[in-house]
């Protein structure tokens, strides 16, 4: 197998991987927040402006993770330097 | 397939290139200025006031509400520039109604550029509020040892903040730009709609957090100081 096919599994392989893993974390971690948020909004009704806004700032910063997964397999499709670098040798031979 | 606005290439001579991210930046902050220099011509204080003067209005007073609320005092020396980086970031993302825009901040220059700038906001503030001998000596607390530690967690926050409003926005043009080639009218419609939230979403935590970063910098450390 030459170095093209393999680099080409490679990456494929690994984008699909990174974005399979990478999303169940966050996934898990978001339901777990929204349902304590839920529960605490339930308690304390009027903390709600609180209790919403930082919900909001918590379920951002776990989305970052999911999204740094989501970047590092795009680069692996889109705009992989060792794709380029074997293609751009098999164009120049 | 296009991964950011910075592969449209407008102009180029040599090395410097106007491509998409530039003219669309410029195009907005064009389109903001104007926009609020036209609606503030004719302030008026009476009951009478118009729909813009409202809007702008509630945008201000809500944006200082929402300031106040992390913890920092006087909302008015902080609403230049966290209001501006709100208004600029929901701006790019409302505007993709338009057809053939694409936002700015879907391209890790632009986003980049943004964190760089609260990067260098939470310092100045910081030094403004505690002096220089103060906000340096935050570095060292709780103890000495978490020294490398703060400063690793100051460059990694701001990577985080980059990164975050990159990939939400890069993703929603992506995922729109896949639909459109395999399924006709509604879906992408609907996920372009949940893009508009999620620009929004985004648009707000990145200025929230920003606010967060400044009040933690910002905040009455001596009990001597009062």
């Known amino acids: ?93 | 397939m296009r991964l950011s606005p910075d592969d449209i290439i407008l102009w180029q001579h040599g090395f410097l290139k106007l491509n998409g991210t530039i003219a669309f930046t410029w195009g907005l902050m064009l389109l903001l200025a104007v926009g609020s220099k036209l609606i503030t011509r004719k302030l008026s204080t009476a009951l009478e006031r118009s729909r813009w003067q409202s809007l702008l209005e509630i945008l201000v007073t809500g944006i200082e509400g929402q300031i106040a609320d992390v913890g920092l005092r006087q909302p008015r020396t902080y609403i230049g520039f966290l209001g501006t980086l709100f208004l600029f970031i929901a701006m790019a993302n409302l505007c993709t109604v338009i057809p053939g825009y694409e936002p700015p901040t879907g391209s890790l220059s632009t986003t980049a550029a943004l964190a760089l700038c609260v990067l260098a906001a939470v310092p100045f503030y910081g030094i403004k509020e505690e002096g220089l001998h103060g906000y340096l000596r935050s570095y060292a607390e709780p103890t000495i040892i978490m020294l490398p530690f703060n400063i690793i967690s100051e460059l990694s926050r701001t990577l985080a903040l980059a990164v975050r409003l990159f990939g939400n926005m890069m993703s929603g043009t992506m995922i729109l730009a896949i639909l459109l080639t395999i399924t006709p009218f509604i879906f992408p419609i609907a996920m372009s709609a949940l893009g508009l939230l999620t620009g929004m979403v985004q648009a707000y935590i990145f200025s929230i957090l920003a606010a967060v970063y400044i009040a933690a910098a910002t905040r009455d450390r001596a009990p001597a100081r009062r």
Request: net charge negative; hydrophobic share 55%.
């Open chain 1, 1 to 93: 197998m030459d170095h093209t096919t393999l680099i080409a599994i490679a990456s494929i392989v690994t984008a699909g991987l990174t974005i399979a893993f990478g999303s169940i974390g966050p996934a898990l971690g978001e339901g777990r927040a929204v349902a304590t948020a839920l529960s605490s909004l339930a308690q304390q009704p009027d903390a709600a402006a609180t209790i919403t806004r930082t919900l909001f700032v918590g379920l951002a910063m776990i989305e970052s993770i999911a999204i740094y997964c989501f970047v590092v397999s795009m680069i692996l499709i889109f705009a992989n330097p060792f794709w380029n670098h074997v293609i751009a040798q098999a164009a120049g031979k």
